[in-house]
């Protein structure tokens, strides 16, 4: 398995602001992923995070909205920019290892 | 294309089985099975490679038919701690890491 920590836990946050969510990983992975999961609903899968290039984007998202670092094979960033209250979701970062992806906690965020 | 999960709601009592079905309508790598309860992350079941196979861990197992596309979890002698929104997560047969998750199967088990 993987022990991953996400912060903020929660948060909520005025519209037109940008929240970054952290996602620590106890051991080394090559891939990260970042997904979002809003109320009621399934997950969807934002971007793969690979460390040493540029996030790769699922159709729908952006980067300029969505903004990810990947400094090193430990942690990787989400950024929430311009927010608006369609933006109120669970963001889950996720790792791979083996063939098996575990899910760090979420980040509940709430737009105002 | 994200994978149909039926049903979409089953409410057992304590001890009866239920069987959560999963299609694609793409070839694929491997189907993730995972159980999430309100308010917390998705924990990972089991995972199915592509080969048909079975598996199963205590009272949860699950099957792959690769040439229907299709996946079952069967849960045997529900136990309260089964409810939960279950989801299946299909990796495309080129296998690049992503998951797309079907829209959930809530259970809820009753004493």
């Known amino acids: 398995s993987a022990v991953i920590s996400q912060k903020p836990s929660r948060d909520i946050c005025q519209r037109g602001t940008s929240l970054t969510i952290q996602c620590q990983v106890d051991s080394q992975v090559t891939m990260m992923f970042w997904y979002r999961q809003q109320p009621g609903q399934s997950l969807t899968l934002i971007a793969t995070a690979n460390q040493g290039s540029e996030a790769t984007y699922e159709s729908g998202f952006v980067i300029d909205k969505f903004p990810i670092s990947r400094p090193n094979l430990t942690f990787s960033t989400l950024t929430v920019s311009n927010m608006s209250p369609e933006d109120s979701s669970i963001y889950l970062c996720?790792?791979?290892?083996?063939?098996?992806?575990?899910f760090g906690p979420g980040t509940r965020l709430t737009v105002l | 294309q994200q994978p149909v999960q039926s049903p979409q709601a089953v409410i057992l009592r304590e001890g009866e089985d239920a069987v959560i079905n999963c299609s694609s309508s793409?070839?694929?790598?491997?189907v993730h099975w995972y159980r999430q309860k309100h308010g917390e992350a998705p924990i990972f079941l089991m995972i199915l490679l592509k080969g048909g196979e079975q598996k199963g861990h205590d009272k949860i197992s699950a099957s792959f038919n690769e040439k229907k596309q299709q996946s079952s979890l069967y849960l045997t002698a529900s136990q309260l701690s089964y409810s939960g929104t279950y989801f299946c997560g299909t990796q495309p047969a080129s296998n690049t890491g992503k998951l797309i998750f079907g829209q959930g199967t809530t259970l809820q088990v009753k004493p």
């Open positions: 996720s790792v791979e290892r083996g063939d098996t992806q575990y």
């Open positions: 793409k070839a694929l790598y491997s």
